[in-house]
């Protein structure tokens, strides 16, 4: 009798201390997790409120809502408190930081740099340094720890902010090739005009030399080897005026020009280069326009070259201008490939071409728009197009005028 | 006496277009003085002195602008028209710069050569 009554004053003891346990395990949990501000502990006569300073709201809640992992440790290096952007950092609960040693997290490659970046701070009151910690999906996390000293619940304790900086060596990284990829241009320009100025000089002393003989045919041929050779010409000119627009080397020269003249000029020059397309040429009043003449002669031809490069044979192209308040509105339409929706805001992107089953299909660097749109945007213009898949674009630019 | 066959100097740097410059010219019926450095057109006197001068501007271990300049500041040679002729995407403003008559920019039409140059001999 006895001893089964003691089994069952043991079960429900035991059931008691069970609940006892859970109940405390959630207390810790929820210190941990930093949901608790304040203890109230049920004394006899009164009841006793312990706040937890370190936890003060209002900074709790500045400190929770931070991008960077912020957290505070003891002289024995433990976590007394993490924000859940630390535990997001490293990918574990916050549940397992709090409460232990922070050098747990720490991966062995780093572990004695950042003892020695929490000795130097203890020392220092303050210390910076670089390392990797593991983080999401198995990969890592270039972070900066900065650490400080200050002062807390009548002690001392360290701060420890840890700021992803992925981002910013990312771009430190783009930065540095698209740099090196500048440099490049720039001699790859310069060495590239030398030999083509050679070929273009000799072809055209062959060209010459056969029309005086009456050799059409050869000439012919070296007529078609010269207009390949200024295709090469352009190609060197964008690549070397991308550098100085990168750079903001690109140098315009202003004056008062006539429109109508200019696109007039390009129309007989970019005519009998673009055969098999007809032009439809509406030309409203011409207007003066302030600015660079050359530049925007290149934007004009850049548009047109477009529109012959991306249309089939036997089409129109529209080249028209109308004016629109204080600016007078340029156009060249054509009835092509068209560009994608998804596609036509990127457009104008340096190194930007279109994609699609096609694109091998044309050459080109994709150069050309983003230096028309750069010009355009420097005389305080607008650039734009509108364009439908399979039916054709509309490439538009707008310009005041001067009276 | 006035000879009216026209001499043209030409300081460029690279055989091949010192060589181009000169065919193309010389099939126009001018006499072409080749000069990889342009230094030597001071050591000419006033009777042998060219009528126009196209000059490069980056030559190995020269300035065609200087030379320009000295050519202009000279009472000698200042009428004598200058044209430059780069590779440098800045020549027009090179150009002005430095008082030179015009210019041709790398790679060149054989025809704007010859209209350019043309233009420079009727105007002087």
Not at chain 2, 16 to 43: C, P, R
Not at chain 2, 63 to 92: H, M, W, Y
């Amino acid at each position: 009798m006895e001893t089964i009554k003691t089994n069952k004053e043991l079960i429900s003891q035991v059931e008691y201390l069970q609940s006892q346990l859970i109940e405390a395990h959630e207390i810790i949990d929820a210190i941990r997790g930093g949901e608790v501000d304040a203890f109230i502990i049920k004394n006899e006569d009164k009841n006793e409120l312990y706040t937890l300073k370190s936890a003060d709201k209002a900074y709790r809640i500045f400190i929770e809502k931070m991008n960077d992992g912020a957290l505070t440790i003891n002289k024995d290096g433990i976590i007394l408190y993490s924000n859940s952007s630390f535990a997001d950092l490293i990918d574990i609960p916050l549940v397992n930081i709090t409460g232990f040693l922070f050098l747990n997290f720490i991966p062995d490659a780093y572990k004695n740099v950042v003892k020695e970046l929490i000795e130097t701070a203890w020392q220092e009151e303050e210390s910076k340094a670089e390392i990797i910690l593991p983080g999401k999906d198995n990969n890592v996390v270039p972070v900066l720890l900065s650490m400080n000293t200050f002062e807390i619940d009548g002690g001392i304790a360290l701060s420890v902010i840890a700021t992803d900086i992925s981002l910013q060596k990312e771009t430190l990284k783009q930065k540095k090739e698209m740099d090196k990829k500048d440099e490049f241009i720039s001699i790859a320009s310069h060495e590239l005009k030398t030999p083509v100025t050679s070929i273009k000089g000799y072809v055209q002393i062959l060209r010459f030399n056969f029309q005086k003989e009456g050799n059409i045919a050869a000439a012919e041929l070296l007529n078609k080897v010269d207009n390949q050779v200024n295709k090469l010409t352009t190609l060197i000119s964008d690549l070397l005026d991308v550098k100085k627009i990168e750079n903001g080397q690109l140098q315009y020269h202003e004056d008062v020009f006539d429109f109508n003249e200019l696109v007039n000029e390009i129309l007989e020059e970019t005519g009998h280069v673009l055969n098999k397309r007809y032009f439809d040429v509406q030309l409203a009043q011409t207007k003066l326009i302030y600015g660079d003449r050359n530049k925007i002669g290149q934007v004009i031809t850049n548009l047109i070259d477009n529109a012959g490069k991306y249309s089939p044979s036997n089409t129109t192209i529209c080249v028209n201008t109308i004016i629109e308040g204080n600016n007078i509105k340029f156009s060249v339409q054509d009835f092509g490939i068209g560009i994608p929706k998804g596609q036509q805001i990127k457009i104008f992107d340096r190194f930007f071409r279109v994609n699609g089953e096609k694109e091998n299909t044309y050459s080109g660097l994709g150069l050309g728009l983003y230096i028309s749109a750069e010009i355009i945007k420097r005389h305080k213009g607008l650039i734009g197009v509108e364009s439908k898949e399979n039916e054709g674009s509309t490439f538009y630019f707008e310009l005041p005028f001067t009276n | 006496m006035h000879s009216e066959v026209k001499k043209i100097f030409i300081a460029d740097d690279d055989p091949d277009i010192l060589d181009i410059l000169s065919i193309m010219l010389e099939t126009q019926g001018y006499t072409v003085i080749k000069s990889d450095k342009a230094n030597n057109i001071f050591e000419y006197s006033k009777g042998e002195l060219p009528d126009l001068i196209l000059l490069d501007i980056w030559m190995a271990g020269l300035d065609g602008r200087e030379i320009c300049e000295k050519l202009k500041r000279n009472e000698l040679t200042k009428d004598i028209p200058v044209i430059f002729i780069s590779a440098n995407s800045s020549i027009e403003e090179i150009t002005k710069e430095y008082n030179a008559n015009g210019f041709i920019s790398k790679p060149f039409e054989m025809s704007y050569l010859l209209d350019i140059i043309h233009d420079n001999l009727l105007a002087c």
